[in-house]
């Protein structure tokens, strides 16, 4: 029997999605027969509430000097990211020598904006390739995972933190108990930390099951969070439900007592309960979506191959890794997925073995469908691609429901 990450009562998974290789784990042909699966089997822990994934391969064959996701490649993001640090500077800085610190800064997207306004900060990240990308930006960088010796070591160095941040990160992390022994050692007494991540919520809702894979060791809910950070003294001062990710919630968390609670906390948690997050049942309902959806994802696909359709897939997503093995969808369904990361280009996509191209070979070689694997960035790419649609070329939809984007 499997036990709860967070609070170690006995778990059951609800489904399975089946073999599964590393998400972002893009590969070359030579590197085939050695590739790593895991199985991806969700649970939802009644006791705490919290939805995790049962398995989880070892972190350091996740995060490297090779990991592939770099955060900058959304403009849309990076806008996102200046807005976050705006209002970190807004409601929640001291008027002296502030200090931030961020948890996974990746690429320093989200950093840049207080190192450009000469704020101290640092970030601490693991993957030691997309932190040189962020010391290009002048952005302060700790190669390192984030746990409670971490914690100590940098107040130590550089003195109490008025927030640390996180932006998709937390839910990767399988020991939230050393986040938040390290949170808990180098905050100031008034101090705030900070996460957004993938909202179960909205995954439940939008049939999102793409939400869940090998990094995504957690999708969060309000109650959740509480379990997880109350028994070292937080609470839940603020939620704010953000529109990145296909639908995230940023969680606003101070010591108990330090800081006014906003009504958006209880009027989330009802919702939450209305929503039935804490039943058993729901999870039931979302795999029999899950397998409608896959069914026919794949039958859409097939059904286009035999009337001898292009198809190919718009962004080399982590989440299309799970989409794709789910589905059983490989190169005889996709041509290639184009994709703008340069790391990504030129080897092909974990277990499927698609070949993943420039944008270029989308841009001048239009096929007849397009497959959005990067569907949380719909508006982005739709306004980017008006040409495509104008063409006659289709898109490709699986969230909330498969279906054609037509003319
Ligand atoms: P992202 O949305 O962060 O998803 P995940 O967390 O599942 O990896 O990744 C977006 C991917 O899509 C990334 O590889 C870059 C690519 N992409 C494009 O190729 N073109 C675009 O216009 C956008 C916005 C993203």
Known sequence: MATCR????????????????????FLRPEQFKQEYFFELATAFCEACGTFQIVEQPDPEKMFH?????????????????????????????????????????NDGALLENFANAGIRHL?????????????????????????AGAG??????????DAILAANVMCHIPDLHGVAK??????????????????????IEKTSYDQIYDEHVF???????????????????????????????RYVLARRG???????????????????????????DFRTRCEHSRDQLLDLLNRLKAEGKRVVGYGATSKSTTVMNYCGIGPQHIEFISDTTP???????????????????????HPDYALLFAWNHKAEIMSKEAGFRSGGGKWIVFVPEVSIIEG
């Not at 006995?10 to 590393?22: L, Q, T, V, Y």
């Not at 390290?182 to 995954?203: N, Q, R, T």
């Not at 809910?221 to 003294?233: D, E, M, R, T």
């Open 6 to 25: 967070t609070c170690a009562a006995s778990i059951k998974p609800f489904m399975s999605f089946g073999r599964m290789p590393i998400a972002n784990g």
């Open 65 to 105: 000097e090779n990991y592939a996701f770099f955060t900058r490649t959304s403009a849309h993001m990076v806008t996102h990211f200046r807005e976050y640090a705006e209002w970190v500077k807004a409601h929640y800085l001291s008027d002296v020598d502030p200090f931030v610190v961020e948890i996974g800064s």
């Open 123 to 147: 970030g601490v990240e693991p993957s030691a390739n997309v932190a040189a990308e962020a010391r290009r930006h002048g952005v302060e960088s700790l190669v390192s995972f984030f746990d």
């Open 152 to 161: 100590e070591r940098i107040r130590d160095q550089y003195g109490e933190a």
């Open 182 to 203: 390290g949170a808990e050692l180098l905050l100031k007494p008034k101090g705030i930390l900070v996460f957004e991540d993938p909202y179960l919520g909205a995954m």
């Open 219 to 249: 999708i969060f809910s309000l109650k959740s969070v509480q379990s997880i950070f109350g028994p070292y003294g937080f609470e839940v001062i603020d939620v704010l439900p953000q529109a990145t990710h296909g639908g995230s919630m």
């Open 258 to 284: 330090a800081r006014p609670v906003s009504p958006a906390v209880s009027q989330l948690a009802s919702g939450e309960d209305a929503q039935g997050l804490g039943r058993a049942a729901t999870y039931q």
């Open 343 to 365: 790391i990504k280009q030129g080897k092909y996509t974990p277990g499927s073995h698609i070949p993943v191209k420039p944008y270029d070979e989308f841009k001048t070689h």
